[in-house]
């Protein structure tokens, strides 16, 4: 072996997924390449329809481009491009910009086709590669829709802040130095700051200038104490919902260890706002009657066919359902109140299931409760039972039907105090029976929607600490068997048939359910108190349950599946909900859909043994 042979093979040795693979199948890629000089002058020489390659880059940069002109990925060293044409046999429609001259080995479609059917590792990485890039480049042509952005990218200038003990007078300079209508009130040292409360340009009209206060007082006799805030990965998306559900034009931001990062306005966010269905959310929360929240929810499945198509991450899809649940749910329980006057005590309105998760479909029913506190009298509890009879039943008027289960705050086993709601959860967590079981799956995904924050802040302090024994989590990881992904034998794939015998796959409970139910099976194995499948996910990255790729493969096959799902439910194929016809998929897309469930199946058995076992 020439010192030219072994340096290419030691290059490709080092890539995925000759890395995970075999030396043999490096040897065998090194053996059948064709080393090609890429540049400006000859790029439209090699991507043709009619001899599909796979390229792998060694040097240079090369962009991909669609053929709207849309640039789709920058590819350098190490990474591959070519083989969506290898895989389903399509016309090859993107092409290639030479950045920087490139050298390129080129592996021609019978050799490609041959690790294919000789390695089914190697199959799953292209096949994979190619589903990220169909999901990331799909909606290409929309990235700038300005929701699906994180809060990280409007922060153009470091935090302002001032210590509580701060005067007013230097409040309002400080304001004006800086040029901005709001202060962050910060405690500690430096690089341990923690954010404690916020004045902005209204506080000092309403509270100093219109009650005639000294400014020379503190700023902590007239800061907002303990502010709403929002951490700098969120989605834009999330901090619109959130100023519009308290009502509130200033927005704290965080990083993940609590330090204060800067301020979002409503400003801020006006900037970038264009049409969208956010702004359904706030006329909901403006709604003056019953009537508009009825007509506003009638607007949700067109406004969500347009926007179902402008983004990259599907789950934003069920924040904006699960939102304008919140948002309908809140403005009702106003409405209420308007109508029978104040609550008579705290009271928490909480949510359960898909909702809880933020993941609601346009098909999801009500899953709610009200959480009060103990030892209330008959009139207080006569108040609250009209509440949920009120809201659920406007809920429902407003398309979000009833649960079939009848977990509805409207049931008075859903609507208990503190006492009661622990004892409920007690007794499930020392009995694992399967109706027991089925209970945890559904009230272990819990939110909070609006009411008493410190009341919900109670609960869910008491919930941590209630620890299930091995025999809980064994029972919980044998549920994970009842259900079964459907793939049989040769990895074909399992239809089901309706009275019409329509041929059909239930994504959602073949598929979404089992990836949920492990999710939630490790997270309370780790007592992580996130509701949402994908925040559970990112948790646990931080624990030693799951290794980073099986993180990685849960996320990838929840987010494909439900794609799939979201989109059988906008095309509306006359299936039962949830469903698809996997013949009305291409070759490609039932090899991605085997892959998924084959991924769900493994981390299915997986879990199932660790826990049978007592082995985490």
Known sequence: MNAQHQDILDFVAQQAPFNALPDSTSDY??????????????????????????????SGVVELVSPDGDAIARLTSGDYFGYPSLLSGEAIKNRIEV?????????????????????????????????????STKFQHHSDSWSERKIADLMTRQPVTLTPEATIHTCAQTMSDHRVSSIMVVQGQPMEQRLIGVVTDRDLRSRVLAKGVDPQQSISEIM?????YIFENNRVFSAMHLMLKHNIHHLPVLNEHHQPMGMVTSTDLLRQQKSDPVQLIGRIYKASGIADLKRYAQEVPELLD?????????????????????????????????????????????CFGSQAREEQTLHSDQDNGLLLPNDLTPEQMEYFK????????????????????????????????????????????????????LNCKIFFDLRFITGSSDLFADFSEALSAL??????YRALASELNLNSVPIGLFNQLKTEADEQHHKFIDLKRRGIVIINDIVRLYALQANIRYASTLERLDALTKTQFLSKKDIFDLKDCWRY????????????????????????LTSLERHQLKEAFYLVRQAQQAASFKFARGSL
């Open 29 to 58: 890629f090194c053996h059948h390449l064709e080393v090609i000089y890429v540049t400006r002058e000859n790029q439209h020489l090699w991507l043709d329809s009619a001899h599909p390659k796979l390229f792998l880059i060694r």
């Open 99 to 135: 950045k920087q001259e490139a050298l390129v080995y080129v592996l021609n479609q019978q050799d490609f086709d041959y690790l294919r059917r000789e390695y089914k590792a190697f199959e799953q990485y292209f096949v994979r590669a190619h589903s990220n890039r169909l999901l």
């Open 224 to 228: 907002t104490n303990n502010p709403k």
């Open 306 to 350: 347009g926007f179902a198509y402008h983004i990259d991450d599907i789950s934003l899809i069920g924040k904006l359902l699960s939102g304008i649940s919140d948002a309908l749910t809140t403005r009702l329980i106003q409405l209420f109140q308007q109508q029978h006057g104040d609550a008579p005590t705290r009271f928490s309105w909480i």
């Open 386 to 437: 009209r509440m949920g009879e009120f809201v659920c039943e406007q809920l429902d008027v407003c398309g979000i039907v009833r649960c079939p289960g009848n977990i509805m705050a409207s049931n008075e086993q859903c609507r208990l105090t503190l006492k009661d709601w622990l004892a409920k959860f007690s007794k499930w967590l020392a009995t694992p029976t399967p109706e027991a079981m």
């Open 467 to 472: 620890k299930p024994d091995q025999l809980f």
């Open 561 to 584: 599946l439900t794609q799939l799902r979201l989109h059988a439910q906008l095309d509306s194929e006359q299936l039962p909900s949830n469903c698809i016809n996997p013949d009305r």
